[in-house]
């Protein structure tokens, strides 16, 4: 016999989205069996998909990862820290970015504390929305912010790549603003991703320009 968790699964696949449109058309209303991949052309940004989750929602929490934080975003992340629906929020930052935008990043720890920000070497663009009963994940190519160009996301619901998401932040340590290099590379297990053997094929090899 089929199990049912198949036929849902499979059900769940079923939509995917090239949109014109905003975040809130495209995805529509979220539900347990939500499982959306969308193609757009920039028209919006992976924070305009969480600020539609959490409309949708009403009181969550929320973590973000980001690469990077634009000017752009100050005007964004504040209403964001402002929201009354906003119960909790953790960030996942890349050293870089903080060392470039640290007033930004002094301000998220001020209303949320020290504890909610973990800075490491990151370039993955997720999202985490979640109330008691709905855990969302929202994960692609997008930067929080604007940017016209092909950009692709998922969004789902109640599933393990939220929880296996969620696992890997809480095992991220707290380490102090603007920290050290060597402790980024530290907390993000960088040592055990690579060997210097593995490594040794890249010297001389121009970093990409952060």
Not at 11 to 22: D, K, L, Q, V, W
Not at 114 to 125: I, L, Q, Y
Not at 148 to 169: H, M, S, Y
């Amino acid at each position: 016999m089929t199990d049912t968790r198949t036929k849902r699964a499979v059900r769940r696949r079923a939509r995917a989205i090239e949109t014109f449109g905003n975040a809130a058309d495209a995805i529509g209303p979220i539900t347990a069996d939500t499982n959306v991949f969308l193609l757009t052309r920039g028209q919006f940004s992976m924070i305009d998909i969480v600020r539609h989750v959490l409309a949708d929602l009403g009181p969550a929490a929320v973590s973000l990862w980001t690469w990077a934080i634009a000017d752009y975003e100050v005007e964004v992340l504040g209403g964001l820290m402002a929201d009354r629906n906003v119960t909790a929020a953790r960030l996942i930052l890349d050293r870089s970015a903080e060392h470039r935008n640290a007033p930004i990043v002094r301000h998220w720890r001020q209303q949320f504390g020290d504890d909610t920000v973990r800075v490491c070497k990151n370039h993955a663009k997720i999202a985490r929305v979640w109330t008691p009963t709905l855990r969302v994940l929202i994960r692609g190519s997008m930067n929080l912010n604007y940017n016209p160009r092909f950009e692709q996301a998922d969004v789902t619901t109640n599933g393990a790549d939220f929880d296996l998401i969620t696992e890997i932040e809480n095992a991220l340590p707290i380490l102090p603003p603007l920290c050290e290099n060597a402790a980024a590379d530290d907390a993000t297990g960088l040592s055990r991703a690579f060997d210097f053997a593995q490594l040794e094929a890249f010297a001389g090899v121009k970093v990409w320009a952060k």
